[in-house]
């Protein structure tokens, strides 16, 4: 998994002030990056056993939400504290379409999209007049509201009504999936596709016009202002795609896992998910596909090595420090440095070694 | 970001900080490790522990055909699926049949075979759930699914059961455990233990309301339909509460709860230990137990660490639903094997003694008993019929004995005992009854069961 | 039927309603605790200290652990857990603290999740729920009380508020007229000018870090009596807590406790209303939201320094 991870930062990795993710000063570079879609859309789900299927279904989903995340810590300064809150409403909106009408699936996920990026841009209109701290306070505040609202409404399972909750079902229905994508395979290729959608619409954004507005709110609002930014508009802008993003995202989460509980939705989830967002590195987009794989691929790794889920916890509190501390650039930044830094040890002891040893390389 | 040029100080503080953290955590470790049995570990009473101790190595060679061969065939591998997040920890469970196994496989295993468990764990999350049925089937390559204790694999995996012919065993807590084809469970779950719980207040304590209080997570229309079905089959009005968990303000709760019942009503309360420890505690430094007729529980309760940390004053007021029978006051010779084999093989049960070894025994035993009866190979097909054709296994953990069978949906554990807290400690108050047929359910199973000639009631 | 038809509906009378003000009070002053503790921090140092109910929730726990299985004397396992929240919070501000202290709020507030994220995974090791784990801490004083009307208040609810009451009296004195006190102050506004007026910075955080841990470890004892000896629970309890502190928009320590009792207050006393009982917990939540929204609402957009 660093592997990938170091191969795919290694070529990408931009210093922070760079609005752009991705690089396109040469042809190769976009290249590399199709042909490595296609192996994961094409090549991938046949050849990972059925567990790490799933696996890589959830990272392609929590990667989105990664993004989203991202976009807002790293691009524009706002920090959310209430993601998964977000993520819950995207999916509760899903499935409720999805059991009560028979609307092709895309047009679901659109639809999920647009209904939580219009809840969350309600939520970040009057969010938007408080600073930093209080911004983050705030959505910790409203993520708690509604986990506490969707504890006792629950998940669509069904039912009738505008809840679609039946709490007396002995057998729950399945949520459903894209005709195209039942089985694991497919729906794997069906939400790489999708996350691949919702990265290119996120990099034309920072690519563009908004980009370069958040990219001087981010260095300075005062001055951003000063310049004639809509620093409101763009910061609302902002709430609005990440919000429209995990929205999408929820919408995949409800037809992978076919059960929704709030359970999976809690504030520790949100505070997990800044702290992988924070460790994958929120300057580059790849950081949010690390994060993906940090949260939802590593816990699988750990499982099957029988390694408590409680180490993973302490791993990403550790993360948070140490980013905040001495990287704030992230794992993505950070590993190919450490390979360069490791490698330039090696070879310096080799050098060492060699005179001694009597054999040169 | 530019204030990062005393970064190597700060990254050797760091490191530092995290050899001070380790280290720390080195030192707690070992230290608590015996502490990690937390509750109801309560060591077995001296004379019991000499004699299992003696006759520890004779005693727990009963679990196997050869005493004292290790079994050294091709394995049999068996899977489950269990809850393992922070703050819902079932892992006692699998532990509990991996030190079973271990018996068995030092005393001949199944036919020379020695057993092997794949355990896969799952933090709720559904796709995880899925994703583990999987992994055993098609990776592990395990023939049966047994010893589940987990809060969804019955929703989640049923339908992939059906469609492979497997006829899981399990400890579980959702609806669907109780009502398919495809699985059977040791436990009561929350549903029929809490009928257990409304009916004593009903029958015994003759209480003119019942207020049902439990926590507020997915299905909780579903248990409440048992008791409400019960209290109307009597005549009594029920009230029908959910608490969100974990509960902050349980003064608050237990005020509510009194108001509810009135002085001649009853509360009943489905939670897990923790959060029943809180509401009942509030209960008592608000000094509320008199305020209703009696208060009930259902299964989790039934520890003595609760017992113990609750004072005198709920001796004979509060009555506890029990799945099975009470390791404490039971010594026969099935309950002392479970108590040696803990001893020996079960270094990682950490809650020792207790509900979820004792329902891990059951399982793992009844699937052994099973695998015995296997002529021939054993694949997917020959393990689950025989899994299948379980009926009138006797346990003395049990009220009645125990059968799968070819049925819409298995409720083979519908007895239950009372018990209540008496200086310490919980004691027996009423020995087997069967859970009422005026819960739909219960009527519904027996109505089947007898359809198909299977003994479903107390015999 | 709409909920607040229902309600209307079904208001309980005073009669009913007036022994839900008494465990009210209790509950605010269980908010209070640590909304007041969290505050005494980041008026010092401008730090939102997070983890300010995992460190209680650990001290609680070594706690539990001493009492219940070395057989320490419970006062002396108290005096441990607070001692351990102090210097556990100490270590914490010594090192990431001094590490961050040029920083914006928002990463310093930040960086405490990262502590507090290991402090549960920690917890979760070393105390673990397998096989339906539970634990208790019961003082003593759970054991004496009196009643008001019908209900028994005991001991430790009066000792909660009281705490509460204290800690506020205390800091606020403490703040404007001690000369340690008013070096905080000063140091929350501009650390490097107050460094060059010659007020040994280090040491005053240090005071402040230390005094923020023994607070966390008193309120981490009282709240594990007061709500439950549980690691999840305690560390996100502090969030309702933080809704106090936020209605005092992060500076009065006694608009906090204020703040707290009245969100204590109205939490009981939608208990008993049926049909809003469960959305209860969201009080804090809602009434933070809210005065925040209208506190703020005449403010020009307000700028922070750094991003993360």
Same mark, same amino acid.
């Given at each position: ?361 | ?9 700060? #990254? ?158 399990? =400890? ?18 929350? #549903? ?40 109307k089959a009597s005549k009594v009005p029920i009230t029908e ?8 303000? =349980? ?39 008199? #305020? ?138 009423q020995g087997c009854t069967s859970i009422s047929s005026a819960d739909?359910?219960? =009527? ?6 007898? =359809? ?8 | ?72 004397? %419970? ?74 009307? %019908? ?153 922070? %320094?750094?991003?993360?």
């Amino acid at each position: 998994m660093s592997a990938a991870g170091v191969e795919t930062a290694d070529t990408t990795t931009q210093p922070p002030s760079s609005p752009g993710g991705f690089d396109t000063r040469t042809l190769v570079r976009p290249a590399v990056i199709a042909a490595l879609l296609l192996f994961v859309v094409l090549a991938l789900p046949s050849i990972l056993s059925t567990y790490y299927v799933d696996a890589m279904i959830q990272v392609a989903i929590w990667s989105i939400v990664a993004l989203g995340l991202g976009l807002l810590v790293g691009r524009v300064g706002l920090v959310s504290l209430g993601q998964a809150a977000v993520l819950a409403l995207g999916a509760w909106v899903a499935a409720r379409i999805l059991f009560a009408t028979s609307l092709p699936y895309p047009l679901v996920l659109l639809a999920a999209g647009l209904i939580t990026m219009v809840l969350g841009t309600l939520v970040g209109l009057p969010a938007l007049r408080l600073s930093g701290l209080y911004l983050a306070l705030i959505t910790l505040m409203l993520a708690g509201a509604i986990t506490v609202v969707l504890a006792t409404t629950n998940f669509p399972n069904g039912g009738h009504g505008f809840l679609g909750y039946n709490g007396s079902a002995v057998h729950i229905p399945q949520i459903r999936r894209p005709s195209i994508a039942n089985t694991d395979t497919a729906f794997l290729r069906y939400s790489v596709i999708v996350a691949a959608l919702m990265f290119l619409l996120v990099l034309a954004h920072v690519r563009t016009r908004p980009g370069r507005a958040w990219a001087a709110i981010r260095q300075s609002e005062s001055a951003a202002l000063a310049a004639g930014i809509n620093t409101t508009l763009y910061k609302l802008w902002a709430f609005a795609l990440a919000s429209f993003v995990t929205g999408v995202a929820g919408g995949l989460l409800a037809g992978s896992s076919r059960y929704l509980y709030s359970y999976d939705f809690t504030t520790q989830e949100s505070i997990t998910l800044l702290a992988v967002v924070l460790m994958g590195g929120i300057f580059s987009l790849w950081g949010a596909i690390i994060a993906g794989l940090l949260l939802q691929l590593l816990p699988q790794l750990l499982n099957s090595w029988g390694v408590s889920p409680d180490w993973l916890t302490i791993l990403f509190g550790i993360g948070v420090l140490q980013v905040l501390l001495t990287a704030p650039a992230g794992l993505v930044d950070q590993v190919p440095k450490d390979l360069a830094r490791l490698g330039r040890l090696l070879r310096g002891l080799a050098r060492r070694v060699a005179p001694a040893g009597g054999r040169s390389p | 970001m530019s204030k990062y040029k005393d970064a190597p100080r700060v #990254r050797l503080s760091f490191a530092l900080a995290a050899a001070v953290g380790a280290m720390i955590l080195a030192g707690c470790g070992s230290s608590s490790k015996s502490t990690s049995t937390t509750t109801p570990a309560p060591a077995p009473a001296p004379s019991t522990t000499t004699s299992t101790t003696a006759a520890t190595s004779s005693s727990t060679s009963a679990c196997g055909s050869k005493p004292g061969v290790a079994a050294t065939g091709t394995p049999i591998n068996i899977g489950t699926i269990d809850t393992h997040q922070p703050g819902t920890d079932f892992t006692d469970g699998p532990n509990m049949i991996n030190a079973y196994f271990a018996c068995v496989n030092a005393n001949g295993g199944v036919d020379g075979h020695p057993l092997k468990l794949f355990v896969e764990l799952d933090q709720t999350q559904p796709a995880q759930v899925a994703a583990a049925a999987k992994q055993l089937i098609q990776s592990d390559h395990v023939v049966a699914i047994d010893g589940v204790f987990d809060l969804l694999e019955c929703t989640i995996d049923q339908s992939y059961w059906k469609s492979l012919g497997i006829f899981e065993m399990d =400890a579980g807590i959702a609806p669907e455990c109780w009502s398919t084809p495809n699985s059977a469970a040791v436990n009561m779950g929350p #549903r029929y233990s809490s009928d257990g719980a409304v009916q004593y207040a009903l029958a015994s304590e003759h209480a003119s309301k019942i207020v049902f209080v439990q926590s507020n997570v997915p299905g909780t229309g579903y248990i409440a339909a048992g008791p409400a079905a019960l209290a109307k089959a009597s005549k009594v009005p029920i009230t029908e509460l959910t608490e969100n968990v974990p509960i902050t303000d =349980a003064s608050s709760v237990a005020l509510n709860l009194v108001d509810d019942a009135g002085s001649n009503g009853s509360v009943v309360l489905n939670f897990t230990p923790p959060e029943a420890l809180v509401i009942l505690q509030a209960v008592q430094k608000l000094g509320l137990e008199d #305020r209703v007729k009696s208060w009930g529980c259902s299964t989790p309760c039934d520890t003595d660490f609760l017992a113990k940390a609750l004072g005198p004053k709920w001796d004979h007021k509060l009555f506890v639903n029990a799945e099975a029978t009470d390791a404490d006051d039971h010594n026969g010779p099935e309950m002392q094997l479970y108590k040696a084999i803990l001893a020996k093989y079960g270094s990682s049960v950490a809650g020792g003694i207790g509900s979820f070894s004792q329902f891990g025994f059951l399982l793992a035993k009844f699937l052994v008993q099973a695998l015995d009866t296997v002529h021939g190979a054993y694949t997917i097909k020959s393990v689950n019929t025989a899994i299948e054709g379980i009926k009138d296994y006797k346990s003395e953990m049990l009220c009645q004995p125990w059968t799968y069978g070819n049925l819409a949906l298995h409720i083979p554990n519908n007895a239950d005992y009372t018990v209540t807290p008496e200086s310490g400690k919980m004691i027996t108050v009423q020995g087997c009854t069967s859970i009422s047929s005026a819960d739909p359910q219960i =009527a519904q199973y027996h109505k089947v069961a007898s =359809a198909h000639g299977v003994a479903s009631g107390l015999s | 039927m709409h909920p607040f038809i229902l309600m209307a509906l079904s208001l309980p009378s005073w009669q009913d309603e007036w022994p839900f003000l008494v465990t009210g009070l209790a509950l605010g002053g269980v908010y209070a605790l640590s909304g007041v503790g969290m505050i005494v921090l980041y008026r010092t140092t401008g730090v939102l200290n997070l983890s300010f109910g995992a460190v209680g929730a650990f001290g609680a726990l070594i706690a539990w652990q001493l009492i219940n299985h070395s057989g320490v004397n %419970q006062w002396l396992a108290y005096l441990v857990c607070i001692l351990f929240s102090g210097v556990l919070t100490l270590a914490y501000g010594m090192v990431f603290g001094r590490a961050l202290a040029g920083r914006d709020p928002l990463v310093k507030t930040t960086a405490t999740l990262g502590l507090t994220l290991v402090l549960l995974g920690v917890m979760d090791l070393l105390w673990t729920s397998s096989g339906g784990a539970s634990r208790a801490i019961t003082l003593p004083t759970d054991n004496h009380g009196f009643m008001i009307g %019908q209900v028994q208040v005991s001991t430790t609810d009066v000792i909660g508020l009281a705490v509460g009451v204290a800690l506020t009296i205390v800091t606020t004195a403490f703040l404007r007229y001690s000369k340690l006190g008013t070096a905080m102050r000063a140091m929350a506004n501009d650390r490097e000018i107050t460094a060059t007026l010659g007020v040994p910075v280090r040491r005053v955080e240090a005071a402040a870090w230390f005094g923020c841990g023994i607070v966390s470890g008193v309120a981490g004892i009282l709240l594990a009596d007061l709500v439950a000896l549980d690691a999840t629970t305690l560390t996100f309890l502090v969030i309702s807590s933080l809704a106090a502190a936020l209605i005092a928009r992060l500076s009065s320590i006694v608009i906090t406790f204020v703040a707290a009792i009245v969100i204590g207050v109205v939490d009981a006393l939608i208990t008993p209303i049926q049909s809003l009982s469960n959305y209860r917990d969201m009080t804090p939540f809602v009434l933070a939201a809210v005065a925040l929204l209208v506190i703020n609402r005449h403010r020009v957009i307000s700028i922070s %320094q750094e991003g993360i």
